[in-house]
């Protein structure tokens, strides 16, 4: 499968889970006509020693991207871990839900389960 689009895609995930993404970050931007990034997210609602993805918040999200989307006119994809809703709803720690992080970012949002082939498979679809 190769991707059709060049849009921003970010990965999002807590300080945690860098070491294991980098490498995987770093084999896609071998794909071509794929711009992808690793996007850590400081947890500021909890604190910075809260490192974990499962425990980021909309909020979180929101101040990561927020300088770098004003500056771009694209539509960025982000990535988000599922463990970062709560359990079977589409609502963050916070209470935003993933409507309103789609609005205010003005991104496409993909669930993806926390795994490997499941991450892969959102990467590379269209």
Do not use: H, Y
């Amino acid at each position: 499968m190769k991707p059709t689009k060049k849009l921003p895609l970010f990965i999002v995930t807590g300080a945690s889970g860098q070491k294991v993404l980098e490498p995987v970050v770093e084999d896609l931007r071998g794909v071509d006509g794929l711009q992808v990034k690793l996007l850590v997210v400081e947890n500021r609602f909890f604190g910075p020693s809260v490192t974990v993805s499962g425990l980021l918040t909309g909020t979180c999200i929101v101040s990561a991207l927020k300088e770098w989307r004003e500056s771009r006119k694209e539509e960025p994809v982000l990535l988000l871990p599922a463990n970062m809703l709560k359990f079977g709803e589409e609502v963050f720690l916070d209470d935003m839900t993933v409507a309103e992080l789609r609005d205010a970012l003005k991104a496409r949002i993909k669930i993806v389960e926390p795994d490997g082939g499941s991450l892969l498979r959102a990467v590379l679809e269209d």
